[in-house]
């Protein structure tokens, strides 16, 4: 079956910390990993895919298929990252698949 | 940027009454989706639609759920007879169709906060 696990509801920390957000799945085949954010009062709205490999807003995410993991990190951490966090998977490479998402995390970054 | 555009914000309703939640996906995107969250929980997939059919489903998405696109612009979902637990926040979202390759990035409405009474 499909799921999305992250650990944590809420992650706590200092405004220059570093930050990592824990996500874990499972899924037979070949997964496309997301991560979609949610900033208060704002729409879900995607902020990276492992399958572009980019660095958004300083954070990145690499899937690791042997620990079935796709945390996301950041270096140092800035008040306005704090959002609530949904990591996501699609288990098909088609598109109007479902999205399967973790519970969130929400990220707290104060000073 | 354009947006994918829900109404109404709120929505308070009878246990047992129908409900229609309304959605104005993005002009060029072809795939419609439709996702809930219970409060505290996570967000869960309801129902995808393409080509003016459902495409994928989920187990919560019973007989009492229906998706439409009546005019070209509109996608709605209808609840014939809500229950308590029904309410949640219904969120729309829509993608724009690039080919058979991998999931394409989905936008996602504001939502709609449904409150079943």
């Known amino acids: 079956a499909q799921r999305v696990t992250q650990p944590e509801k809420l992650l706590s920390v200092f405004k220059g910390a570093p930050v990592e957000l824990k996500c874990n799945y499972s899924y037979s085949g070949s997964p496309e990993l997301f991560w979609y954010v949610q900033y208060s009062r704002q729409r879900l709205q995607l902020l990276l895919r492992?399958?572009s490999r980019e660095s958004i807003k300083g954070f990145t995410a690499d899937l690791n298929k042997g620990e079935t993991s796709f945390h996301l990190k950041k270096p140092f951490a800035q008040e306005e990252d704090s959002a609530m966090y949904y990591c996501a998977l699609s288990g098909q490479r088609q598109a109007g698949t479902a999205l399967i998402f973790g519970k969130g995390t929400t990220l707290s970054v104060s000073s | 940027e354009p947006e994918v555009t829900q109404t109404p914000s709120h929505q308070v309703t009878q246990m047992g009454q129908e409900v229609i939640l309304r959605c104005v996906p993005i002009s060029n995107h072809l795939y419609f989706y439709w996702y809930r969250q219970i409060l505290g929980q996570k967000v869960e997939f309801l129902v995808s639609f393409y080509n003016n059919e459902i495409s994928e489903k989920s187990e919560i998405f019973d007989d009492q759920f229906s998706v439409e696109r009546p005019d070209g612009s509109n996608f709605t979902l209808k609840i014939r007879s809500t229950k308590l637990e029904d309410s949640a926040m219904y969120f729309c979202a829509s993608s724009e169709n690039r080919g058979p390759s991998a999931n394409e990035k989905l936008f996602f409405g504001s939502g709609t906060q449904l409150s079943v009474l």
């Open positions: 492992h399958i």
